[in-house]
């Protein structure tokens, strides 16, 4: 088997790892609420049983990453990770006591902490021209889970039955069957997962030419297979010194030439996470969860409160939104070959704003009947719908190109860290402001207002830097 079919493979097994975590999502939640009051847990409990999840993804993340930053693997990685899926799944089906079930949610979510290692080895392991499409296709396939972990439900909710001293029910049995998944995960992971060589090692050496551009001048390089080239950013001739290129250079050795490159080399987080396009970019990345899962919380009281939905109708009405969410998301990968990560962004952002606009005025003062108000409603999520994969795959794959890739791990762990913390604080924002939809739409739109006119004050800055050594020539100097 050559390379190729082992990327293939392996970029499949990742797809199927995030469709688990959208299944998993999917199964648990339409239950635990009943399994928490069976469990004579306070209402609280269900906000911290959903926030304990995203609480341990956020804390691990970062470490996970920083692991396979050093150890330049992500197998075993996933392979550990998900014996914590499989450990707090087993404990969820257990469920003695709602402290159990709420460790259980801590625990599995250190095996979601692992997503940062595999976003690192996506970046390592392809062109930075079909990230933003690969990428898209991942995102994709957690959305494809979240659409079809419902129809688990439909056989999970029969079950009545014991296994061993356990009893497996309607509010049990989604804790057995995901741990059941998991562990048939482990398998594919073994049999279908490779640590592809990154894409540097796969090309060998060759010539990396740089065209000159405003005050930069013409260089010719050799990217040698024995250390990656990093990338960095234009430079003034009058930081770097004179050196004479009329011959080709390689990378590896060359360190006085390339002195300007060594910042990356020593790495140092308050330098790489601090320039100003990777905080756009995790400004972007907080601010967009953060709406998102604040709308997720204020939309089911509001379809009871407005138009009377029950269980069957906000189901289908999920259903709807996955499927449109999944369309989105394979229309950005093909649309993300056309034109650059900055523009698909900067056009989420613009339908963003427009959404939430619509909302403020459709929904906040409904007025014209039900099939008026109906309508409106529609159309306010289409659009909100319609933004999220342009700003998500946007953002993921901006960041991977303007972070080191070296250190590809750690930053994407924080940058899934600060997600986490958006899909803590979301809902916590929307759940007492359900009857209040100006102050929460409102707040929503001027953050989105603040991270789009961020992104066009940093529009230059938002693109893959280009490796660029300014010199001068031999007879200018001494």
Known sequence: ????????????????????????????????????????????????????????????????????DRRQTTKSIILFSNLFEIAGNFMYFIGYSKWLLLSSRLVA???????????????????????????????????AGLLV???????LRLCDFKLGPFVVNQYTSPGIFMCLLW???????????????PISSEEGTGMVEIKPEDDEEEVLLIVSDEEPLLTH????????ENSNLSGMQTVHGASTALRPLKPLKSFSGST??????????????????????????MVTPLTQRLFSFGELSNSLMYSLCGVEVILGFFFVRWLSRKVADRVVLAVGLIICCIACIWCLIFLCNPRGGYGWELSSFIIGVFLQLLGLPFVAVAQVSLFSKVTAEKT??????????????????????????????????????????????????SYGRLTEPRVVQSAQSSDSGG
């Open 408 to 457: 590809q791990g750690f930053s994407q762990g924080v940058r899934r860290s600060v997600g986490g913390l958006a899909t803590i604080l979301g809902p916590l924002w929307a759940g007492g402001l359900t009857n209040n939809l100006n102050i929460m739409l409102g707040v929503m739109l001027a953050l989105l207002i603040i991270i789009t006119v961020m992104t066009g004050l």
């Open 1 to 68: 088997m050559d390379n190729l079919q082992k990327r293939n493979l392996t970029f499949l097994t990742i797809g199927l790892i995030f469709m688990l975590n959208g299944i998993e999502y999917a199964v648990l939640l339409p239950t635990i609420w009943s399994y928490l009051q069976i469990l004579e847990a306070p209402p609280y409990f269900l906000g911290l049983g959903l926030s304990a999840f995203s609480l341990s993804g956020l804390l691990t993340g970062p470490l996970f990453g920083l692991w396979s």
């Open 109 to 143: 979510g250190v095996g979601a902490g692992a997503g940062s290692s595999i976003f690192g080895f996506v970046t390592r392991s392809t062109k930075p021209e079909e990230r933003a499409g690969i990428f898209a296709a991942i995102m994709a396939g957690r959305q």
């Open 272 to 297: 790489e996470l601090l320039r100003e396009e990777v905080l756009v970019l995790l400004t972007a990345q907080f601010i967009t969860l953060f709406n998102q899962t604040a709308l997720e919380t």
């Open 233 to 240: 950013r234009a430079v003034n001739s009058d930081q770097s």
């Open 149 to 155: 972990g419902p129809a688990f439900n439909l056989f």
């Open 183 to 197: 562990v048939l995960l482990q398998f594919v992971v073994l049999a279908l997962y490779w640590d592809v060589p």
